[in-house]
């Protein structure tokens, strides 16, 4: 019903910048609309539970994670239904695995995930 498609990962330096960016498509926004809900970033690092990164809401309002604060920022752009993720000042602790997020009818669907990888 929902399909989510992440791109943009990559190998970057310590103190690089990524934008990840992340379509919604499917069956299901023939009777909902994208800016309907809600859009989250999650990332797994190996070893680690997934947690949330940033959240971007209907209305447009964002919540940034403390550990990304001040070096991410998340965006959506409705009329492509997309949803992206700009990160900063890269440090070797963001790697790991980034996935969207989209919560609908009591689901949360996933993207395959992007790799980040930073270098020290």
């Known amino acids: 019903q929902v399909q989510l498609v992440e791109s943009g990962g990559g190998l970057v330096q310590t103190g690089g910048s990524l934008r990840l960016s992340c379509a919604a498509s499917?069956?299901?926004?023939?009777?909902?609309?994208?800016?309907?809900?809600?859009m989250n970033w999650y990332r797994q690092a190996p070893g680690k539970q997934r947690e949330l990164v940033a959240s971007v809401s209907r209305d447009g309002s964002t919540n940034i994670d403390y550990s990304v604060r001040g070096r991410v920022a998340i965006s959506r752009d409705n009329t492509k239904n997309t949803v992206s993720l700009q990160m900063s000042s890269l440090k070797p602790e963001d790697t790991a695995v980034y996935y969207c997020n989209m919560r609908m009818d009591n689901r949360d669907y996933w993207g395959q995930g992007t790799q980040v990888t930073v270098s020290s």
């Open positions: 499917g069956s299901a926004f023939g009777r909902t609309m994208f800016s309907s809900h809600t």
